[in-house]
């Protein structure tokens, strides 16, 4: 099926994105949120994003007009759904929130829209019962910064149609992403299930007093010629999130994350150091030492 009108449910950070990458590909644009106010924080959103367009991608203002101009704004889920070949959904990341989402949206949806999730850390077979419809549903998860970090993972559950499926991996390829087809659930998908264990280990190196932060990623970039090594990752990432999952683990009875989470509140948040963000963390921005190419011959 050759998707044309999508809806993007939950204009926030990642929301926002996903509607304007493809309705700058040149789809119509439902945007969904439960409030006005969340609506007028998506519209300033939206011209972050043409700023972004227009640096990285080298986007006209005539292409970004005609991109804001294929979306519509909607707070009644009916509405926004009505003409619907694609439902991506991007409301907070909290059981209960997407629960509710799709089993409200069961009700309003034509029967042969299709329903994504771009949940980061559930399941899609944790909602497929709520959706109504779990053939025509599966996961479509983008990166932050979609516009150039563009990745598409695309996963199912169990009960998805292959068709659905497939007709899916192609939309994000006409959206300018690179398709990258899960064939089983995977929680984390590919790019976590490499990347926590990986910035684990980083943290358990430093925490547990084996080597410090630069050497860490020292290592990690000569030998493998990456252009970054875990703790510059982290920077990027921003050190709230590490922090809150370490807590998580920590409250779970992980008494490694729960060094860890010391760490980061004690070294790092305390001291304002948030990472990238604010041009503090593991290194000092916008120049960081590891992109000195000193630091990797000292
Ligand atoms: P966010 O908090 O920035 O945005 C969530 C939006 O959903 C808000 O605008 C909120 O008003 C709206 N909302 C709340 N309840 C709603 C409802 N019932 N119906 C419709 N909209 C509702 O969150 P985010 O960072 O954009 O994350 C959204 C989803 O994307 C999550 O599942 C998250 O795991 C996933 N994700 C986030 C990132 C990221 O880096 N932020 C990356 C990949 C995937």
Same mark, same amino acid.
């Given at each position: ?35 006005? @106010?969340?609506?007028?924080? %998506? ?6 994003? &043409? *700023?972004? /367009?227009?640096? +990285? $991608? ?26 619907? @070949?694609?439902?991506?959904? %991007? ?6 929130? &997407? *629960?509710? /989402?799709?089993? +409200? $949206? ?96 980083a943290?358990?190196l ?5 080597s410090d932060p630069h050497t860490v990623d020292k290592t990690w970039m000569i030998a493998t010629g990456a252009p970054r090594g875990p703790f510059a990752i982290l920077d990027v ?45 593991f290194y000092d921005y916008?120049n960081p030492r590891y992109m000195d190419p000193d630091f990797l011959k000292e």
């Amino acid at each position: 099926m050759d998707f044309k009108n999508v809806t993007v449910a939950g204009s926030g950070v990642l929301g926002s994105q996903i509607a304007f990458q493809s309705a700058y590909h040149g789809f119509d644009v439902a945007v969904y949120d439960i409030t006005d @106010d969340a609506l007028t924080r %998506a519209k300033e959103r939206f011209e972050v994003l &043409k *700023k972004h /367009f227009k640096k +990285d $991608l080298k986007a006209t203002d005539e292409q970004l007009d005609a991109a804001y101009g294929r979306l519509s704004f909607h707070t009644d889920l009916g509405e926004a759904v009505e003409n619907a @070949d694609l439902m991506i959904e %991007a409301v907070p990341e909290v059981l209960d929130i &997407k *629960k509710e /989402f799709y089993t +409200d $949206l069961a009700k309003v949806a034509p029967e042969q829209t299709v329903f994504a999730t771009n949940t980061s850390t559930m399941l899609p077979s944790t909602f497929a019962e709520y959706t109504g419809r779990p053939e025509k549903f599966l996961a479509l998860h983008f990166a932050n910064d979609i516009w150039r970090s563009n990745t598409a993972e695309v996963m199912g559950h169990g009960g998805t149609d292959e068709s659905v499926f497939n007709d899916v991996v192609e939309f994000s390829k006409a959206i300018g992403m690179v398709a990258l087809p899960l064939h089983k659930e995977q929680p984390g998908y590919i790019l976590n299930t490499l990347l926590v264990p990986f910035l684990n280990s980083a943290q358990y190196l430093v925490v547990n007093g084996i080597s410090d932060p630069h050497t860490v990623d020292k290592t990690w970039m000569i030998a493998t010629g990456a252009p970054r090594g875990p703790f510059a990752i982290l920077d990027v990432i921003g050190i709230n999130t590490p922090y809150h999952l370490s807590v998580a683990k920590a409250n779970a009875g992980d008494a490694e994350a729960a060094k860890v989470a010391d760490y980061l509140k004690t070294e790092f948040l305390d001291k304002g150091r948030m990472g990238i963000q604010n041009g503090k963390g593991f290194y000092d921005y916008p120049n960081p030492r590891y992109m000195d190419p000193d630091f990797l011959k000292e």
